[in-house]
């Protein structure tokens, strides 16, 4: 993360400002790395509201209410827990906007299924939620570095297509 806000980051907070609407972020994996993005924009308490960094699957389920059912079913790397962590902190945090993340950064995979690079990315909105799916390669720092930037344009499509 820079200490300055990349242009991505502007545009968003100023499509929330003009639009009198909130952000908030659920992240695994990036571990709070979106967030610090959006609050390297100047006035970014306007429109932030804060962060759930769920790394383990017991912070998803309590704090996000992420269904261990769920997680059993589908992962904790996969589009479902994704979209629950993204409703989830909306719930937590009454904010308008949620991106949220979950993937497997490496160097070692959470299950045999779930390749090192694979990630979740959900935006939602009260009445939307979309998931990419990534597959990312090199390291660790790499992976975690580019589902950021990934996340973060995926958040500006949701709201420039006004989600």
Not at 42 to 50: C, I, M, V, Y
Not at 116 to 136: D, P, R, Y
Request: charged share 15%; with cysteine.
């Amino acid at each position: 993360m820079s200490c300055v806000a990349n242009p991505l980051t502007h545009m968003i907070a100023r499509m929330l400002l003009m639009r009198g609407k909130s952000l908030s972020t659920a992240e695994s994996f990036t571990a709070g790395g979106i967030a610090a993005e959006l609050c390297a924009v100047p006035g970014a308490s306007t429109w932030f509201k804060g962060a759930i960094v769920a790394y383990s699957e017991i912070v998803k389920e309590s704090l996000l209410g992420v269904s261990e059912n769920l997680i059993a079913m589908h992962g904790v790397v996969s589009r479902q827990v994704a979209e629950a962590m993204a409703r989830g902190v909306i719930r937590q945090l009454g904010t308008d906007y949620a991106i949220a993340t979950t993937g497997a950064a490496g160097p070692t995979a959470p299950d045999k299924d779930t390749p090192v690079g694979t990630a979740w990315i959900a935006i939602a909105s009260h009445t939307n939620v979309c998931a990419v799916e990534l597959h990312l390669r090199g390291t660790r720092r790499n992976i975690t570095t580019t589902a950021t930037q990934e996340a973060l344009k995926a958040c500006y499509s949701m709201l420039r297509n006004n989600n």
